[in-house]
């Protein structure tokens, strides 16, 4: 009988503490915040951008303005930070890190997106793109972004748009060049790029590489003879030194490709890549524009203060230029047959024969 007694006594404070427990365990509960993962808030979205140029160059007010823009229409959602003056990368090894999760987006030179894939040369072939068809048609633009993130590695990065650095310019100190028999033989300081460089070839110029420091001091002093620049490189660093100007309209418009870091697009919810998307065609789109402008301005500045003359070769001359060379795009064509066969048809589709004939 005590046995049994003992045994219920025990089972009685048994089933209070577990009573306990549970009402105990309620009570802690509803001290404890509430929340699902719907209730609490989002953790903001970290957007590394970085650049290789100075504070001073237009491509950091830029990076800076897109940033500011991308945090105010995702409501913060989206925290962006922007280094710039390779504080954090240069624009070659942030390009080598999109996929690692340091980086986000950066803007490099487009001749150097080649060295990621040669195939990407492509935009940097005569004529391959002209002020018309970026300014005024959206869609064009889309799928030239389509087609050009089809020559890299899409799994690492997609190209979201192109900024427009200039059209180039030849400049000289004492030579007049007006035709492409002129071009022969002349020492002319040039950027990079193999696509660029094959089709100079062409044109029987010596293609010289040097800083961009150096090249006013070498046409002074006859080291060379021409530098191939854009329109504020000759109103800003070759200055008054260089006498004349040779424009080839639309020949070769320089540019910066805009690439970001595919996993992590992918990862956003879909407002948000429509936000930083969107964001960044408008930005081009505008800064496209203002590039034209700037360009008009350093041309003012030229012909004015410095009394240089400059030739602009009339439309009815380009086929005679693109012919010149045309054995350099033929090249290409059978390097990379697929890409340039999608470009001409691209070009077809919006009303345009290219290459120009």
């Avoid at 889309?142 to 590695?153: K, V």
């Avoid at 040039?190 to 089709?199: E, F, I, P």
């Avoid at 240089?308 to 439309?315: F, M, S, T």
Wanted: proline share 5%; with cysteine.
């Amino acid at each position: 009988m005590k046995k049994r007694m003992l045994v219920l006594a025990v089972l009685m404070v048994v089933a209070l503490l577990v009573v306990s427990g549970c009402g105990g365990g309620q009570t802690a509960k509803k001290d404890q915040p509430q929340g699902t993962t719907e209730q609490k808030a989002e953790q903001p979205i970290n957007m590394v951008l970085t650049h290789e140029v100075s504070t001073t160059h237009w491509k950091n007010a830029l990076m800076e303005k897109y940033a500011k823009l991308v945090e105010e229409r995702t409501n913060g959602r989206v925290k962006a930070k922007v280094y710039p003056a390779s504080q954090l990368y240069s624009d070659k090894d942030a390009v080598q890190a999109l996929g690692t999760g340091s980086v986000q987006m950066v803007w490099p030179v487009s001749v150097n997106v080649e060295q990621v894939s040669p195939a990407y040369g492509i935009i940097n072939l005569p004529f391959a793109i002209t002020d018309d068809q970026i300014l005024k048609n959206k869609q064009f633009r889309s799928e030239l972004m389509d087609l050009l993130t089809a020559q890299i590695d899409s799994s690492k990065m997609r190209v979201m748009g192109l900024l427009r650095a200039d059209a180039t310019v030849y400049v000289f100190k004492d030579k007049t060049p007006k035709k492409p028999a002129d071009m022969k033989n002349l020492k002319i300081r040039v950027t990079g790029g193999q696509a660029t460089l094959d089709w100079l070839k062409e044109l029987g110029v010596t293609a010289i590489s040097m800083p961009a420091s150096e090249m006013t001091t070498a046409l002074a002093q006859g080291v060379i003879e021409g530098v191939l620049t854009s329109s504020d490189g000759w109103a800003n660093i070759v200055g008054p030194v260089g006498k004349t100007g040779l424009l080839i309209p639309q020949m070769q418009v320089l540019t910066y490709t805009v690439l970001v870091d595919e996993k992590w697009f992918k990862s956003l919810p879909q407002d948000i890549q429509k936000i930083v998307a969107d964001t960044m065609d408008e930005v081009a789109a505008s800064q496209w524009q203002d590039s034209i402008d700037l360009a008009e301005e350093s041309y003012k500045k030229i012909k004015g203060e410095f009394k240089a003359q400059l030739h602009e070769v009339p439309e009815s001359e380009l086929p005679e230029w693109s012919n010149k060379v045309r054995p350099s795009m033929d090249r290409f064509a059978q390097k990379y047959p697929d890409v340039y066969q999608k470009f001409v048809e691209l070009n077809k589709k919006y009303n345009r024969v290219w290459p120009v004939q």
